[in-house]
């Protein structure tokens, strides 16, 4: 039988995943003595122990057959444990829950009022619910988002987190996807996790994508890896997709503003064209990540020119956002069904790029250097957003290069250009010359989208 992978979630949430829980398994209890029916707390380094009874983990089976467990973190016990934190050290403290769940799913309820009330006495606490080999970090302040989503007081509100891994039904196709795509499995199946909010009228509301910062997952793997041959990816409507992750030894931390089914493979790929090329060890990178793809099966053409809706679709794809089909509805040039427009909503919704006054987008058109810049700038802008860095950068502190064509950028990519030279993103074409008007190549796009990514810290700088 398989385990739920151990994974860890930061920022909003965090979630640890390892290899899957055993089916049906009995939770262990103490020899010579009967288990006692409330959690125990005990004080710790940093934080509360809460560990939660045998006798409070529920076996249920729901219609789908799949057994489960249910388990309610007691109220009083955890708003105990939370008041302990108050003479913690200044940081972060914890209150870890210990639970000995068994099942490949389970489901935790906690009563969002005690969140709520932790937030507000130890507001840089945070709940780490610890299973066999499955934790899952949530910050108090997740609680006022839960409220706010489901507009009703704390009071009203259990937050219900859930983690299960695939079904052996889904787990085929899965595994046929990735084999298409070149990659191989690192862990035995991809892993989902959902928040949600339910009333006390038993209503719920799916909380998963609710706040604005990248959920972190830690995941264990089987042994330590090359960071540039392994990859995190989501699995959804039958797509594989990258997905952000910095690896250290046999931990992977996974990046993604929203839910899905995570996994880790391995890939690495190589193209006939680019060997020897300037930009072969990033091209190869990417491409191994399954961020970027050749032209076709053995090429990349490096040196071909990149169109605006190809730039948006990467930029989209490297920070981990789902394709938005509707907000390409406002340009008259996007169709509804072209590949493109989904990527290309993505990132008019998240502020990436701008159309034209005439209300068109001109996807096919290609990019300047120019252009490359200002989206460069707005996307590492919404990254630091979701990373929690600063979005800002102080012009005054760094220097930086003068060129002869200088005065041939534009008004409008004048301080893009000179943020993107500030922070390291993009260099002349020459010591001399920028080139602003220039058309840019495949090539450059992937240097700069790989550099792009290890400034906001979601590959590692290999």
């Known amino acids: 039988m398989r385990r739920i992978a151990s994974l860890t979630l930061t920022s909003l949430l965090m979630l640890s995943l390892s290899p899957l829980l055993a089916h049906g398994a009995e939770p262990a209890k103490p020899k010579g003595s009967a288990s006692p029916a409330v959690s125990v707390l005990t004080d710790t380094y940093g934080g509360v122990r809460m560990e939660v009874q045998p006798g409070e983990v529920k076996k249920?089976?729901?219609?789908?057959?799949?057994?489960?467990?249910?388990?309610?973190?007691?109220?009083?016990?955890?708003?105990?444990?939370?008041?302990?934190?108050?003479?913690?050290?200044?940081?972060?403290?914890?209150?870890?829950?210990?639970?000995?769940?068994?099942?490949?799913?389970?489901?935790?309820?906690?009563?969002?009022?005690?969140?709520?009330?932790?937030?507000?006495?130890?507001?840089?606490?945070?709940?780490?619910?610890?299973?066999?080999?499955?934790?899952?970090?949530?910050?108090?302040?997740?609680?006022?988002?839960?409220?706010?989503e489901l507009k009703v007081p704390p009071a009203n509100v259990t937050v219900i987190v859930t983690i299960k891994s695939m079904p052996d039904s889904a787990l085929g196709t899965a595994r046929e996807r990735l084999k298409a795509a070149g990659a191989s499995e690192v862990l035995p199946a991809p892993v989902d996790f959902k928040i949600t909010g339910q009333r006390t009228n038993g209503q719920t509301v799916d909380l998963t994508r609710v706040g604005s910062a990248y959920v972190q997952r830690v995941l264990t793997l089987p042994a330590s890896v090359d960071p540039s041959t392994v990859t995190a990816v989501t699995y959804a409507n039958g797509e594989i997709s990258f997905v952000p992750a910095l690896f250290n030894y046999n931990q992977a931390t996974v990046l993604s503003p929203g839910g899905g089914w995570f996994t880790i493979v391995s890939s690495?790929?190589?193209?006939?064209?680019?060997?020897?090329?300037?930009?072969?060890?990033?091209?190869?990178?990417?491409?191994?990540?399954?961020?970027?793809?050749?032209?076709?099966?053995?090429?990349?053409?490096?040196?071909?020119?990149?169109?605006?809706?190809?730039?948006?679709?990467?930029?989209?794809?490297?920070?981990?956002?789902?394709?938005?089909?509707?907000?390409?509805?406002?340009?008259?040039?996007?169709?509804?069904?072209?590949?493109f427009a989904g990527p290309v909503g993505a990132a008019s919704a998240a502020g990436l790029v701008d159309g034209y006054d005439d209300g068109t987008f001109k996807p096919n058109a290609r990019i300047s250097r120019e252009q490359m810049a200002v989206m460069l700038t707005k996307a590492r802008a919404y990254g630091s957003g979701l990373q929690g860095l600063p979005k800002t950068v102080d012009l005054s502190a760094v220097s930086i290069p003068v060129f002869e064509d200088g005065a041939k950028i534009a008004s409008w990519a004048s301080e893009p250009v000179t943020e993107v030279l500030a922070v390291g993103l993009m260099e002349g074409v020459t010591p001399e010359k920028f080139a602003p008007k220039e058309n840019a190549t495949r090539a450059q796009a992937v240097v700069l989208l790989k550099r792009l990514l290890v400034s906001l810290k979601l590959i590692n700088p290999v």
């Open 60 to 148: 249920e089976t729901p219609k789908d057959g799949r057994p489960e467990n249910k388990v309610i973190l007691d109220r009083t016990k955890l708003k105990e444990a939370f008041g302990r934190l108050k003479d913690q050290a200044a940081g972060q403290p914890a209150v870890t829950a210990v639970i000995p769940s068994t099942e490949s799913t389970v489901k935790i309820h906690i009563a969002d009022a005690v969140l709520d009330e932790a937030r507000q006495t130890v507001p840089g606490a945070y709940l780490l619910l610890q299973l066999p080999e499955v934790s899952y970090k949530l910050p108090v302040g997740f609680s006022a988002k839960a409220a706010e």
């Open 268 to 339: 690495s790929k190589e193209f006939t064209d680019t060997a020897g090329h300037w930009a072969e060890a990033d091209i190869r990178l990417l491409a191994s990540k399954l961020l970027v793809k050749g032209t076709s099966a053995s090429e990349f053409s490096p040196d071909k020119p990149v169109t605006r809706a190809e730039f948006a679709a990467m930029l989209t794809r490297a920070l981990g956002l789902p394709d938005n089909r509707g907000a390409s509805a406002k340009y008259s040039d996007v169709g509804k069904y072209t590949w």
